[in-house]
């Protein structure tokens, strides 16, 4: 069932960022914890970008952490422009559209999900007793979930690169659910490029290639197989049904090999502008160093920063192991439990990243509660909704009133602050649970639809 004025409430989207890059003067956003992060920051850029032009190298003083990618493309437009406009307004402009080229990419994901989803039923004898219940456009509710979701209007208008890896994360789901490998590459290379925790992502995006789009387990295949042999089912039918999930290694090979050829395209790329004023060496040591050795431990919204400014320093190398594996040790069981839905796989991974990241941001969140549209169906029957939908509200409100009575007002301490990001960690771990459940609940659903 698709939305009515889709398109006025996205064109509607889009001119309220535009609004404020354009009109709302400086809302000072570039400056906040929640939005702006030592990997993200646009200031910070402006800087390496300066450096590079003065013929040093842009990692020097401990000030830029990204990618030189960055530096070519977005460096030029953080200059003052004519008219004494602000530095920023050209970037921003370009996000808005970033924002938007993601969404309708979410879009197209979604309706990817959804004709994988209803062949599946249909297959399964399922599609009135399941669409009965809910049949929305999945597709279309993610891509105003993104356009509209507070946390990704901020981050395109707060200055900050946080728009652009989600840009790349979403075009890798895409061309994953696609099956177009050369495209699934290229957002995988970019993606990892920019920030290192995309790389847990091979594993659905390896699924999504194998399998295919999201589909109920296999096992509820054999049981319709089984009792269409007592039924005297067709031939033609039962091949039909036990061929839904077949690994196609030759375009997981094609993928692996438009890897390669992405990987060295950007390290070439890397080197090149970085010549004469540091190289990889640097570049790796500057970027996937800092995100691991959590060195900058200025405010944000999670929870590391201040663990590791009061740990002993005797104790802080065991601790990053410790956190650092803690992303590694969930991908193999949840692999193992959501092999069949690779995609919503890659939701849960990308949650489980936006709330264990040393340097996460608003746009983490904004990016994992529009992939969580995708599965509207699925999750139709989700509990703690209500719980969610006001903690969200309610950390969002209490974050910068906790940052002004600690660092403005001197009236609060650092634990002001530690405690809303804790209680966003919290919600956060509560929506992957119950996400999860939800889906394995699903599952079951299917399995006695089937078996009655």
């Known amino acids: 069932m698709a939305i009515r004025y889709y398109w006025p409430m996205v064109a509607a989207a889009v001119g309220f960022r535009l609004v404020l890059v354009l009109f709302g003067g400086d809302l000072h956003l570039a ?100 669409n009965s ?17 507070p946390w990704a209007i901020v981050t395109c ?26 495209l699934a590459a290229f957002g995988y290379v970019m993606a990892t490029h920019l920030s290192l925790y995309p790389a847990i992502l ?11 789009p999201d589909a109920p387990p296999t096992k509820v295949f054999l049981l319709k197989s089984s009792s269409a042999c007592k039924s005297d089912m067709s031939e ?44 990889l060496n640097e570049m790796f040591e500057k970027t996937y160093g800092f995100i691991l050795t959590v060195k900058d431990l200025s405010p944000n919204i999670g929870v590391l920063w201040y663990f590791f400014a009061e740990v002993f320093d005797f104790f802080r190398s065991f601790f990053l192991i410790v956190f650092n594996m803690n992303i590694i040790f969930v991908v193999l069981p949840l692999a193992i ?27 983490d969140s904004a990016l994992y509660l529009g992939l969580l549209g995708l599965f509207a169906n699925e999750l139709a029957e989700m509990q703690f909704t209500f719980f969610l939908f006001f903690g969200y509200i309610g950390v ?6 906790m940052h002004n009575l600690w660092i403005w007002r001197g009236t609060g301490n650092a634990n002001f602050y530690f405690a809303t990001g804790l209680a966003y960690t919290c919600l ?16 079951r659903k299917l399995r006695l639809l089937v078996t009655s």
């Open 428 to 443: 956060q771990t509560v929506l992957v649970v119950e996400s999860v459940g939800s889906m394995i609940k699903h599952d």
């Open 396 to 401: 969002s409100l209490l974050s910068p009133v």
């Open 31 to 130: 400056s906040r914890p929640e939005v702006s992060t030592p990997l993200t920051s646009l200031r910070r850029l402006a800087e390496g970008y300066w450096l590079n032009q003065a013929s040093m190298s842009p990692y020097s003083g401990s000030m830029y952490h990204g990618s030189p990618l960055l530096l070519s493309v977005l460096g030029p437009l953080t200059s003052k422009g004519s008219g004494g406009k602000h530095a920023h307004v050209y970037c921003s402009l370009i996000l808005v559209a970033v924002d938007f080229l993601a969404a309708m990419l979410i879009r197209a994901t979604g309706r990817r999900l959804q004709m994988s989803r209803n062949r599946s039923l249909k297959s399964l004898d399922l599609t009135k007793a399941v």
């Open 202 to 212: 091979i594993v659905p995006v390896i699924l999504l290639l194998g399998y295919g």
């Open 236 to 279: 033609y039918e039962k091949q039909t049904s036990l061929k839904v999930r077949r690994f196609s290694r030759i375009t997981v090979l094609n993928f692996i090999f438009w890897l390669f050829i992405w990987s060295c395209y950007v390290l070439l790329l890397s080197s090149i502008i970085l010549k004469k004023v540091g190289g």
């Open 133 to 149: 219940s809910a049949n929305v456009s999945a597709g279309d509710i993610a891509s105003l979930i993104y356009l509209w979701n």
């Open 157 to 182: 208008v707060g200055s900050c690169t946080s728009p652009i890896e989600n840009l790349m994360v979403v075009i890798m789901i895409y061309g994953a659910c696609s099956r177009l490998a050369p």
């Open 337 to 363: 439990r959501l092999k069949h839905r690779p995609c919503f796989l890659a939701f849960v991974y990308t949650a489980i990243v936006a709330m264990l990241k040393s340097y996460p941001s608003a746009g």
